[in-house]
């Protein structure tokens, strides 16, 4: 059964719009969340996860545990945040579970 | 560089060979990951080594086998190539293998074409 649900494959905004990706996860437990990025032609990174509490590049994500949601979030979208966005559960031996993966456009 | 480095960036074989990836980081890790991307981008954990031992095994096909010489180091060995094999293998470590939180850093990743 999928645990880490992303449903939308594709996200296109225009510069300025606020954006939210969705992520909604299923885990019994005490979950660990993560948002990792892919920019074009860059290798996959952490872009921020949900114990830090943090704003990375103006992202930002809270955990929701009564929906089981950790939507990432952005008030105003910039060109560069084109990418494939991928929401990751943490399960323990520090293994990842993905989501699909969503790709943003970011139109001008 | 500091990084999680991989080779080769482009594999391309045909059906029935047998293929390696390596992979090599020197951030110091305890930890290292072999995740395979198919075609519609689904990211899923094959298997990771820590200290140069198994620690997570998922259901992959036995043509695959890991190999860990050293913790800096985990090899992809792949016998028997099938044409489903096609897909880009990235190779991650963390710090430590315990928990859940450890930060995960990725390297290029290798593009196995299989035909």
């Known amino acids: 059964a999928q645990r880490v649900t992303q449903p939308e494959k594709l996200l296109s905004v225009f510069k300025g719009a606020p954006v939210e990706l969705k992520c909604n996860y299923s885990y019994s437990g005490s979950p660990e969340l993560f948002w990792y990025v892919q920019y074009s032609r860059q290798r996959l990174q952490l872009l921020l996860r949900?114990?830090s509490r943090e704003s990375i590049k103006g992202f930002t994500a809270d955990l929701n545990k009564g929906e089981t949601s950790f939507h990432l979030k952005k008030p105003f979208a910039q060109e560069e945040d084109s990418a494939m966005y991928y929401c990751?559960?943490?399960?323990?031996?520090?293994?990842?579970?993905f989501g699909a993966g969503t790709i943003l456009r970011v139109k001008s | 560089d500091t990084a999680v480095s991989q080779t080769p960036k482009y594999l391309v074989t045909q059906m029935g060979n047998d293929k390696s990836i390596k992979c090599e980081q020197n951030?110091?890790?305890?930890?290292m990951y072999w995740y395979k991307q198919d075609s519609k981008k689904f990211l899923k954990i094959m298997f990771s080594?820590?200290?140069?031992?198994?620690?997570i095994n998922e259901t992959v096909p036995n043509r695959f086998s890991p190999k860990s010489p050293d913790k800096a180091h985990l090899n992809l060995h792949i016998n028997s190539l099938e044409l489903g094999d096609s897909a880009v293998y990235f190779c991650a470590s963390s710090l430590t293998g315990t928990g859940k939180t450890d930060t995960q850093y990725f390297g290029p990743g290798t593009r196995l074409t299989v035909l």
């Open positions: 951030l110091g890790h305890d930890t």
């Open positions: 949900h114990i």
């Open positions: 080594y820590n200290n140069k031992e198994l620690i």
């Open positions: 990751a559960l943490g399960e323990y031996g520090n293994k990842l579970v």
